[in-house]
């Protein structure tokens, strides 16, 4: 597919994250672009500012004449759009062009040079790290985030269009359809079993991920997973490894050893040692890309991080908010790291909304022990997203096996009288559901009684 030829670009459920940034590279190409969403959001709204024509109404005379012309039009959908979507319905019915996001994204890598980052845990931040120091690095740059990135306010980084940085999601495979050039695996723990079935199926799919690389392509894998590649670690003997760790007032400082010899000092400041890891692939990614060390200490230490990744909402002396995606117990497990080695001495409150009834499930004992280390935790119910319910799947008995007497499940309105009444100096919100949307609400005020 020739995406130069286009005139327009049509996305049904445009308001997603991933969607959103396709979007956006778009208009930034000079493409007309619309879309269908079910919700107004601060996504949708921002895509309206730069001109996207969006409506939120399944109807297809909502779809605006631009759009209608099966010659010059491709339709974009995402996975989690209903089979009976009118809208989608009558584009395929119509002979348009009609593609998943996975697949435009793999046409994109195709035509471009391209560094994709795969793993069941650190495809956004790494992403996000990556596309910072190309941007900075003044290379001809388009990186699509999973995130919003906070030194951007945006899931698109636009510098040019000859390399692209993208998310290679294992989500119902989708990553299969990308090209890249370079690539790494940051993780492969199982999840997603809803769509793998077991953990073998899943790394059977990394593998076959592996062999989307084009010729002459690097792999890059995290040390100790069962994958050949140029290895990267933290204090180990891997091919790119973080040296000389150490912690200055929060921030990472640390060395960098690369094959070709030790360079010093650099700042890194998002904490975890699950992030400083992150930044280490990023970093060996740009290195054998070709960027110079001297902008790579530079541009690293200027990273500000992602929404909802360990995002510090209040921090002061006395109490700190932190908010997190975390929807894993091994991301969990990450967060209470991170939060344990900056804050040794303090009581750490978790509150925790599970996300999808077949997570919960296929996890609930990984889930109560990585939860069962924090000082104190709420639990909320789950949530659905695109599930229903399932029989003996509750929040409730996830909680019976948290081993941990001071542990309570509770509604979403009773959150911010729960946190008051705790005597915990640092508070964590976690997961991946709608917990996200109480914490602006719990911002306002908790900074006014604290």
């Known amino acids: 597919m020739n995406l130069s030829t286009l005139n327009s670009v049509y996305f049904i459920g445009v308001g997603g994250i991933g969607m959103s940034a396709l979007a956006r590279y778009f208009v930034a190409n000079g493409k007309a672009v619309g879309g269908y969403d079910k919700t107004p959001t601060a996504l949708t709204d921002a895509l309206e500012n730069i001109g996207v024509l969006i409506h939120f109404k399944d109807d297809i005379k909502a779809i605006d004449s631009a759009f209608l012309n099966p010659s010059t039009t491709l339709v974009v959908y995402t996975p989690a759009v209903p089979k009976e979507h009118s809208e989608l319905n009558y584009f395929i019915a119509s002979n348009f062009k009609v593609l998943k996001r996975s697949a435009i994204l793999g046409e994109i890598t195709r ?56 998310e290679a999601d294992e989500f119902d495979r989708s990553f299969l359809t990308l090209s890249p050039d370079l690539a790494c695996i940051t993780s492969m723990d199982a999840d997603h079993l809803d769509i793998y079935g077991d953990a073998s199926e899943l790394i059977k799919s990394f593998e076959d991920f592996t062999k989307c690389i084009k010729p002459g392509g690097k792999l890059f894998v995290k040390n100790g997973l069962p994958l050949p590649g140029i290895t990267y670690g933290v204090e180990d003997d891997s091919d790119y ?49 070709g960027c110079a060390y001297s902008q790579l200490s530079k541009a690293l230490a200027s990273y500000l991080g992602v929404k909802r990744r360990f995002t510090y909402q209040i921090k002061t002396d006395d109490f700190v908010f932190i908010d997190d995606y975390a929807h894993h117990p091994e991301e969990i497990n990450a967060v209470h790291q991170a939060v344990r080695e900056m804050y040794p001495n303090k009581k750490v409150l978790a509150v925790f909304q599970p996300h999808l009834f077949t997570r919960t499930r296929d996890f609930v004992d990984g889930f109560a022990e990585s939860l069962s280390k924090f000082d104190e935790v709420l639990l909320l119910d789950i949530y659905p997203a695109r599930e229903l319910p399932i029989e003996g799947v509750t929040s409730q008995w996830l909680l019976s096996k948290i081993k941990n007497p001071n542990k309570e499940l509770i509604l979403k309105s009773e959150l911010l009288q729960k946190i008051n009444t705790s005597q915990a100096e640092v508070v964590l919100t976690i997961g991946a559901g709608d917990i996200g949307e109480e914490v602006k609400y719990l911002k306002e005020a908790l900074t006014s009684e604290n």
């Open 111 to 166: 035509q471009t040079q391209c560094l994709a980052v795969a793993g069941t845990h650190g495809k956004t931040t790494t992403t996000s790290i990556l596309g910072h120091l190309l941007n900075v690095c003044n290379a001809p740059v388009t990186a699509f985030l999973g995130g919003i990135s906070e030194n951007y306010n945006s899931n698109l980084i636009l510098n040019g269009t000859e390399v692209t940085v993208v």
């Open 241 to 289: 490894s973080a040296q000389n760790v150490k912690i200055d007032n929060g921030c990472y400082v640390f060395d960098v050893q690369t094959p070709k010899g030790l360079y010093k000092d650099f700042r890194f400041n998002l904490p975890g040692r699950h992030n400083l890891s992150n930044a280490i692939i990023a970093l060996a990614m740009a290195i054998e890309y």
